[in-house]
């Protein structure tokens, strides 16, 4: 399945949904959109993967850098739809802890 | 690009590539053709090549999967400076650190991670049982 994304804007909450495989390719085509959500100051971000069937590190990056932003800007960020071949690799990399992830 | 092994029960394919996005569709395409039997083979291959394209500045790189009944073994020869990603320690840090993820992930899901430099070329063996 081709990497999608879809950014949808209300008032100051943005929501970011993501499907298919998010691998060193698509996460250098999705930098740019998350350098806009940031740049717009959202007070709450919901990060939909409820769809994501892959990630590589290069994929962890941009939740990284999504996640440091909002910590910066004071926003808050939700991870929503994990499933199982993410959750294993979110686990794997300490990032579950780190995100404070149940 | 494929070799048959002359062995029934092992198979060999190869593929050479530039280090660099553009050639990410023809690496995904070769991963998903040849790691069929495991799809963690695939993270394996990308993120190792992930890793020759950030570290080693290599111009070409040349990708062997080996497949047997029981292990698959995908072997990364660039001809980068000496980046040995066996001896990279990633921090242990309770902080999102953005650098050593991909190791991280090698490390825990592969079988054994070797490396060696030869004639100038960085050789790095990643096994998985099957």
Known sequence: MEFEYNVERKDKECTLSLSGRLDTLSAANLEPTVKEILSEDPKKLTV??????????????????????????????????????????????????????? | MTKPNTNINHHSSFLTMEPKLEEWPRLLAFAEDECQLDPTATLLLEEAMANVVRHSGATKVTLEIEQSENKINIIIIDDGCCFDPTAYQPKESEELEIGGQGIRLMRAMSDSLTYKRENQKNILTISKLL
């Open chain 1, 48 to 102: 939909d993967i409820t769809n994501l069937e892959y990630i590589s590190s290069s994929g962890l990056r941009c939740f990284v850098e999504l996640f440091k932003g909002c910590k910066k800007a004071g926003a808050e960020m939700t991870i929503i739809g994990m499933q199982p071949a993410i959750r294993e690799i979110f686990d794997l990399t300490g990032f579950t802890k780190v995100f404070g992830l149940k």
